[in-house]
């Protein structure tokens, strides 16, 4: 089974600023086979990015994925306050799917 | 729009079983996969099987094998989650979400939950 690692755990900045999130997996993911989800609290998770840097529909142009490989990267340009929320990285290249412990993110 | 609606919070003793549904409007029923994924308090997330709606194929998570059932019904384009001999550590949020594949699949679409709680 693939393990995903997320760094760091929590991240706290302040509005406007950068935010990037990792997400390390124990076997390469041809095809770059990972995706990135938002969980606000209360809420189920909303998916972001797909092969590792495909947005979803709807998502705003400040949410980019990168990387390939076994190191992934979801960047947040320019952090808002309604970005608050848990990010979880998820593999799809071998059986089963697996989830990233995920990163808490945090307005400074 | 894509809508995913699950059954509402259950309560169960330990040793019980819990059947949890989720009806899809808004595409055809029968050209997606439906994941079930489940998030335990203060957890991260766990994929726990799939499920074909059109032939009704199923794979399953090694953690539940044994223990979990998925169905669907293409009348209603429902799909159930049942779990069986049921433990404290089963209590958590269960999740269906609408899969691009069987075994390679991302998750667009998911439904609002639904609380298993596990308790004497």
């Known amino acids: 089974e693939i393990v995903l690692t997320q760094s760091p755990g929590t991240l706290s900045l302040s509005p406007g600023e950068r935010a990037t999130l990792s997400c390390r997996a124990s076997q390469t993911l041809s095809s770059s086979y990972l995706a990135w989800y938002q969980q606000k609290p209360g809420q189920a998770p909303r998916l972001l990015i797909y092969y590792a840097s495909t947005r979803a529909p709807g998502i705003p142009a400040r949410f980019s994925g990168s990387g390939s490989g076994t190191e992934f990267t979801l960047t947040i340009s320019g952090l808002q306050s309604e970005d608050i929320a848990v990010y979880y990285c998820q593999q799809f290249n071998n059986w089963p799917p697996a989830f990233g412990q995920g990163t808490k993110v945090e307005i400074k | 729009q894509v809508q995913l609606v699950q059954s509402g919070a259950e309560v169960k003793k330990p040793g019980a079983s819990v059947k949890v549904s989720c009806r899809a409007s808004?595409?055809?029923?029968?050209?997606?996969?439906m994941h079930w994924v489940r998030q335990a308090p203060g957890q991260g997330l766990e994929w726990m099987g799939v499920?074909?709606?059109?032939?009704?194929?199923?794979g399953d998570a090694q953690n539940f094998q044994g223990r979990i059932t998925m169905t669907r019904d293409t009348s209603t384009s429902t799909v159930y989650m049942e779990l069986t001999s049921l433990r404290s550590e089963d209590t958590a949020v269960y999740y269906c979400?609408?899969?691009?594949?069987?075994?390679?699949?991302?998750?667009?679409?998911w439904g609002q939950g639904t609380l298993v709680t596990v308790s004497s």
């Open positions: 808004g595409y055809t029923f029968t050209n997606y996969y």
């Open positions: 979400a609408r899969g691009q594949g069987y075994t390679s699949s991302w998750f667009d679409n």
């Open positions: 499920i074909n709606p059109s032939g009704g194929t199923t």
